[in-house]
């Protein structure tokens, strides 16, 4: 997988009809001019989830969008919830608890205008959701990441993997005890340590640790069967899931949730 900011995404999600694009913010560079003033006037920041709560028969999700945009949570079936963002651009949507692995596009609408957002929530049927990133790790959303690392492969074996430590800390990956990569934890505990070489096929011992933090349990890595069932597959591994879905480039990325 390549790394990257956000991404701009253009291409249809396969057997769903949701389009995901994320804009990019404005260049550095000389003095705007008139028009390029005002493209950056119109720009609009994707619109984010950033708290999810449990409430009775479903989730209270809460995020961010434009002021007074329309925030729509849409499956690939079509259906979907949808919101209007406050003054202070805050909304909130009631979710029903999902019967079984879900994934939805998140959008906002203003004067026309519309902004997907950076990846597709995926929730599974515990009430936990993650943000599904092509190309780059995914996010947790709520407590989701509570206790567990999340990798992200392509078929290539290109790899991240994610999680939550102490604040600032230096983290080592090991895959089967040899050093695979290293990162710092921000300010919020947050780790994504791309691996620097592929990630072995089959069964290996995956480790990360460093100051404050020891973690280790078993990755699978297999190359993903063809999605001939919608844009996304759910495996139950052990206490974990493998969620195998459709980037808006046509690829498949593999996201395993590990315990």
Avoid: K
């Avoid at 913010?25 to 705007?32: C, E, F, H, L, M």
């Avoid at 990569?181 to 300010?187: L, Y």
Wanted: net charge positive.
């Amino acid at each position: 997988m390549r790394p990257g900011p956000a991404l701009r995404w253009r291409a249809s999600l396969a057997l769903s009809g949701i389009l995901v694009a994320a804009a990019c913010g404005p260049a550095q560079g000389p003095p705007a001019s008139a028009a390029s003033r005002q493209d950056e006037a119109a720009y609009l920041p994707p619109p984010s989830i950033d708290r999810m709560a449990p409430a009775p028969g479903g989730l209270l999700v809460d995020g961010a969008a434009a002021p007074g945009a329309g925030v729509r949570l849409a499956s690939p079936g079509g259906d979907g919830l949808a919101a209007t963002a406050d003054a202070s651009g805050r909304w909130r949507l009631s979710v029903p608890m999902p019967d079984g692995p879900r994934i939805f596009g998140l959008s906002q609408t203003q004067s026309g205008r519309t902004t997907q957002a950076e990846g597709y929530v995926f929730l599974s049927p515990e009430g936990r959701g993650w943000l599904l990133r092509a190309g780059a790790a995914a996010r947790p959303l709520g407590t989701a990441s509570a206790g567990g690392m999340v990798v992200d492969h392509d078929r290539n074996g290109g790899a991240v993997i994610s999680g939550r430590g102490p604040a600032d800390a230096l983290l080592v990956a090991q895959v089967d005890g040899r050093r695979a990569g290293e990162a710092r934890t921000d300010a919020s505990g947050r780790f994504e340590i791309r691996l620097n070489g592929p990630a072995p096929t089959g069964e290996s011992r995956l480790r990360v640790f460093g100051e404050g933090l020891n973690l280790e349990t078993l990755l699978r890595v297999s190359p993903p069967a063809p999605l001939d069932a919608g844009p996304m597959r759910v495996v139950v591994q052990g206490q974990g899931l493998r969620i195998d879905w459709l980037t808006p480039g046509g690829g498949i990325q593999t996201t395993q949730i590990l315990p």
